[in-house]
């Protein structure tokens, strides 16, 4: 095949939701229906020797939450599906935001009981940002939710997006018959079963047989009532406004009982776009160019512990990869030759030889490759929209035991590296300083140095509350400000200056006394262009 053969057959999406909703679940559905694996983890029974597949980190199976964005690739109806599977958690939304930037569709978990939540509401902002197409699966009609029409209303009038049913839930709860099809004509009838794929799917045909009123009574009569209302009131399925991001096909089903997942599946296939152009500051990349190009969206540190490994997850942008092939790191200048390149099911991994724009890729490193990297066989490109954002919370980090000083380094470089956290190195010395969106991360990072460093740490609040990268067009007047302003500078993972403060007033007054000095809500990649978001 073609490169632009292989990148059409390509479907690269992420599920995103709201903690709880089920979106681990969903991914495990979706790979066993696409035949991935043959027994879904038991999402709910942590205590198991089965785990969800796109859960992988010790923290994760210990506490049932997704803390980390995993990559699964998949073939189904002669599609490569890359589906990316981000944590819900709001203390992790920064590696949620890079995820959705490798992506080219959402899929939104909504449940069914809560609505629309607040984490949900923070990842469309972003994901509309991007224009990314969303697909919405409304899960947990097996349990006492609320009603469909309500649902639909809440979505169309809180994220400001038209919704088209292509589903329509019959009951709910105990009285939770199925889903009638809306663009077949037919009603899939449900069956409670939560591991194993089965084969026999009740169907029965049209809205207005008689068969479906005669067995499902006033719950069928209402549901046809709700139909005949959304069929009248609601737009027609436009495409082009999907691809837009301002249509959203929706779906009923409950993902633990293996119910509606086919048509999404499908639906991910008929409706999600492939692989499209992307933007460098150079230029537009279109992803069927005969020369590679690809963006370091994510660093994940040991995912094999017993290799001290870390993986930089890179998203192909244009041209075919080969194993072997000789990269550039548009950044530092310097060429890399992968020989152990590998595709992902969550933490399993294989060796792969080609892969094609869509396509997630690992590359095994020791440091070579940094968080926005852009790699190309010599082109000088630079893809933007990696941001880091400014923390909101400041803790020190001390060592139980003086003597695994080495070891501490080593740990908050490697997890600074891959955005689990931020690291700040204060310019007149003293205690590294750690930087979060959310107290999670602070508990993921202690876990994670203890368990996959032999850290013990003890973490201590620090007088800071907000950061500000510095940036100044005369590289003198830089260094005056560093200098008169010591006690509140300090370097991140790479060495880009950052101003502290421990109240809003303080950074104020820095703003006005210093007119040449650029303050910095949030800098992108390793490059250090800076967004446009400046206080002042």
Aim: contains cysteine; negative net charge.
């Amino acid at each position: 095949m073609t490169i632009s053969q292989e990148a059409t057959r390509r479907r690269t999406f992420a599920i995103i939701s709201h903690p709880d909703a089920g979106k681990t679940t969903l991914t495990e559905k979706l790979l066993l229906f696409a035949g991935a694996i043959h027994i879904a983890g038991s999402v709910k029974s942590r205590k198991a020797s089965r785990h969800a597949t796109s859960d992988w980190m010790e923290i994760e199976k210990q506490r049932g939450i997704s803390v980390a964005s995993s990559v699964m690739q998949m073939e189904y109806r002669g599609c490569v599906i890359n589906l990316l599977d981000t944590p819900g958690h709001q203390d992790f939304s920064e590696d949620t935001y890079r995820v959705l930037t490798a992506v080219d569709a959402a899929l939104m978990v909504i449940d069914a009981a809560n609505g629309v939540e607040a984490q949900t509401l923070r990842l469309l902002e972003v994901c509309r940002a991007r224009n990314t197409p969303i697909l919405t699966f409304v899960n947990k009609m097996d349990r006492e939710v609320r009603e469909p029409l309500d649902l639909i209303n809440e979505i169309e009038q809180t994220l400001h997006m038209a919704t088209v049913p292509f589903a329509w839930p019959v009951g709910m709860g105990h009285h939770f018959h199925g889903v009638f099809d809306l663009k077949r004509d037919r009603m899939r009838v449900f069956q409670p079963g939560e591991d194993k794929l089965a084969n026999d799917d009740e169907i029965i045909t049209g809205l207005d047989n008689p068969a479906l009123t005669a067995r499902f009574g006033e719950s069928f009569t209402q549901a046809r009532q709700e139909i005949e209302l959304i069929r009248g009131a609601s737009e027609e399925f436009d495409h082009t406004a999907f691809l837009a991001g301002q249509q959203t096909p929706v779906f009923f089903g409950s993902a633990i009982n293996n119910f509606g997942i086919q048509e999404v599946l499908d639906a991910l296939i008929d409706l999600a776009p492939s692989p499209g152009p992307r933007k460098a500051i150079q230029r537009v990349v279109q992803p069927d160019e005969p020369k590679f190009s690809g963006v370091v969206f994510k660093i994940q540190a040991n995912m094999n512990p017993a290799h001290r490994d870390r993986i930089a997850f890179v998203r192909i942008c244009s041209g075919r990869f080969e194993r072997g092939m000789n990269l550039h790191v548009v950044r530092s200048g310097k060429d890399i030759r992968p020989g152990s390149v590998v595709s992902f099911l969550s933490q399993r991994r294989e060796l792969l030889d080609v892969a094609y724009p869509g396509d997630i890729i690992g590359i095994p490193n020791h440091g070579t490759l940094q968080l926005g990297d852009t790699l190309t066989e010599g082109e000088e490109l630079q893809f933007t929209g990696l941001p880091f954002f400014s923390p909101e919370i400041f803790q020190t980090v001390e060592l139980a035991d003086p003597m695994r000083g080495k070891q501490l380094k080593l740990g908050l470089a490697q997890l600074g590296e891959e955005g689990a956290i931020q690291v700040f190195r204060p310019h007149a010395g003293g205690a590294l300083l750690l930087g979060a969106v959310g107290t999670l991360q602070f508990e993921v990072v202690a876990h994670r140095l203890k368990h996959e460093y032999g850290v013990d740490t003890r973490l201590a609040s620090a007088k800071y509350q907000m950061a500000r990268w510095v940036t100044a067009d005369d590289p003198r007047e830089l260094k005056r400000f560093i200098d008169t302003n010591a006690h509140r500078v300090a370097y991140d993972a790479v060495d880009a200056p950052t101003f502290l403060a421990s109240f809003g007033a303080e950074l104020s007054v820095a703003q006005e006394s210093w007119k040449l000095i650029s303050f910095h809500r949030l800098r992108e990649h390793a490059g250090l262009v800076f967004q446009t978001h400046m206080d002042g």
